[in-house]
């Protein structure tokens, strides 16, 4: 596989290195080495990149790992290792972030469960928008929350799909939905995805939690 044309659009040193290692935590070594030899990235074999706020991640390169997961693993284990990858890379270190920082307060943990996620949600998005070129949005519906990717990388430059595809951030939602809400699992499914043609990635997160 040849890499992805670059995309100019960036996420901060920082996100490269959290996702990397994630990757590295649920595939191992030998796993993650060959996911990177397979999607170009031979320069972040036991090189990651730094842990710093810099935008030098580029949009690409997040999405030639999840088309390597796809081809190494299959369009089903892929997408179970895509999605973990995207819930350690939450668990690990996003939920440290300044704008997520107070969920940990005691005054937050006593709030009732959808004023949790009416905070939240919103803060993730923002660590998002500010810290990166990943603009992110949140609306509120009665029954829904619609979580909106306006530039995504997870599936940047990507068209051969004919399903949606951004499972590393439909990982990463489920598990700062958890954290969020204090141990809850949401459904969250990807409704529009920029790889089948629409102009964005949107996600639907039920308010209800299933468990
Ligand atoms: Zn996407």
Request: a negative charge.
């Amino acid at each position: 596989m040849s890499p992805m044309e670059k995309s100019g659009l960036y996420y901060p040193n920082k996100f490269g290195m959290i996702t990397i290692k994630a990757l590295e935590e649920v595939m191992g070594k030998n796993g993650l080495n060959a996911i990177l030899n397979l999607s170009g990235l031979t320069h972040y074999i036991d090189n990651y990149p730094p842990d710093n706020l810099e935008k030098q991640f580029d949009f690409s390169e997040l999405s030639g790992i999840g088309i390597a997961l796809e081809e190494m693993y299959g369009p089903r284990g892929g997408r179970g290792l895509a999605l973990r990858a995207g819930r350690a890379t939450f668990a690990d270190a996003l939920k440290n972030f300044g704008a997520l920082a107070g969920v940990g307060d005691m005054a937050f943990k006593v709030l009732p469960l959808q004023a949790k996620l009416r905070i939240g949600l919103p803060a993730m998005a923002r660590i998002f928008s500010q810290i990166s070129d990943q603009h992110s949005t949140v609306e509120e519906k009665e029954n829904e929350f619609i979580y909106t990717i306006h530039k995504c990388p997870v599936c940047w430059g990507r068209h051969d799909v004919d399903k949606p595809v951004c499972f590393i951030a439909t990982g990463l939602l489920q598990e700062g939905l958890k954290w969020v809400s204090g141990g809850n699992e949401f459904r969250v499914n990807e409704s529009l995805c920029h790889a089948l043609g629409d102009d964005v990635c949107e996600f639907i997160i039920q308010k209800e939690p299933i468990s």
